[in-house]
């Protein structure tokens, strides 16, 4: 699906399939399948419910598997395992009411202050695609400005109380902003818009005027959007299902008035269809498909992209299965070992001088070593 070009015609297919990510598949699923639900929960061991809530936390699913159970009559769920999830998913709610506060704001302040400004996912997420605050964790306020209001956006949280605590991240106690002047994190690490190079201002020109948190926002076309949620989809290695199950219950919301020629032009022209395609062949994880009928061509995956792609697919996924596969994306050799090692070592966080990064390498891979083996043990464990 890597190819697809503005001539390729793409449909959502009429019929939703059965998630293909087990258990939480089914929670996540952006279509009811109760049915197979409540199966799932009488074969399962009153012992492993723990383990369940854990993969479930892992996930970030408790607000999607809190309302995925309601819908199932009462006395057909564990008793323990419904009252937790009903728990989770009302501190939930309270905290994105509370962050909503915060981020409203920010928003008015710098709408006064005539700064344009873009919400990207958090809480445009949780009101656009869930449209419930009790469905979908976040953990900061991703704020994208336009370069030259970078500095006017940082005093205007400088002003509210928010402090410093690196380039382009405020804080003020819960509430952590991330200021953004690119849509995919370059100056941390550069070599991301070199190799997918999203032109910011026509981003910018094509938003529209809408309201985030009932405060005024620009908002991103649908095209946009979607394309920019499956990069972060694939940039963090398909880690999460709530990461997959964005994608998954934005394309079924907008399945009938998406321009899927615009969508695979506009990946094109940022390099970006590679990425697009590999979030497309996830979905059905979670019963979502896509399907492109009357393809004129389609380019092959090479075999280190299908090998990582059908480990997704198994949900054992590798690690830094995302940084190679954006790796894979880029159009040079050079171009792929410079985003390796802007991805394994940000350039904020290198030692000046290239002596004192030969010197520090050794510590950094023990460091990524350690921090891999970590999360994989967590992902194995959900």
């Not at 900061?140 to 382009?168: C, F, I, K, M, S």
């Not at 219950?249 to 590999?278: K, N």
Request: some cysteine; charged content about 25%; hydrophobic content about 45%.
């Amino acid at each position: 699906m890597n190819g697809l070009t503005s001539r390729d015609k793409v449909r959502i297919a009429e019929e939703m399939l059965p998630p293909r990510a087990g258990l939480p598949g089914i929670l996540a699923a952006p279509v009811p399948h109760d049915e197979a639900l409540q199966k799932s929960l009488a074969c399962l061991p009153s012992g492993d419910i723990q383990q369940l809530l854990d993969g479930i936390a892992y996930h970030r699913l408790d607000g999607l598997a809190h309302r995925a159970l309601s819908r199932l009559p009462h006395d057909s769920i564990d008793p323990w395992l419904r009252s937790s999830l009903k728990r989770r998913s009302q501190r939930l709610a309270a905290a994105t009411l509370s962050q909503a506060l915060a981020l409203a704001d920010i928003l008015e302040n710098l709408a006064r202050a005539s700064i344009p400004i873009v919400v990207m996912r958090g809480l445009r997420t949780v009101e656009s695609i869930y449209r419930d605050r009790s469905l979908r964790p976040f953990e900061d306020h991703d704020l994208l400005v336009l370069p030259e209001d970078r500095d006017q956006a940082r005093t205007v949280l400088l002003r509210l109380g928010y402090e410093e605590q690196g380039w382009g991240l405020l804080r003020r106690g819960g509430v952590i902003v991330d200021l953004h002047v690119d849509p995919l994190g370059a100056h941390r690490r550069p070599s991301r818009h070199a190799v997918f190079p999203f032109h910011l201002r026509s981003l910018f020109s094509r938003a529209t005027t809408g309201l985030v948190a009932g405060a005024p926002s620009l908002v991103f076309e649908p095209e946009d959007e979607l394309l920019l949620l499956a990069v972060h989809l694939v940039k963090h290695s398909f880690d999460r299902l709530v990461r997959l199950a964005d994608v998954a219950h934005f394309v079924h919301q907008r399945r009938g008035d998406l321009d899927w020629d615009l969508l695979f032009l506009r990946a094109r022209s940022c390099h970006a269809s590679p990425i697009l395609g590999w979030t497309l062949q996830s979905l059905p994880l979670l019963g979502v498909a896509v399907r492109a009928v009357d393809v004129p061509a389609i380019e092959d995956d090479g075999p280190l992209e299908r090998f990582l792609m059908r480990r997704v697919l198994d949900s054992r996924t590798l690690p830094y299965t995302g940084e190679a596969l954006m790796a894979l994306a880029a159009p040079n050799l050079r171009l792929r070992l410079l985003f390796l090692f802007d991805a394994f070592w940000p350039a904020t966080e290198r030692p000046q001088g290239a002596w004192h990064t030969t010197a520090a390498l050794p510590g950094r891979v023990l460091d990524l070593a350690k921090g891999r083996a970590i999360q994989t043990a967590g992902r194995r464990k959900a």
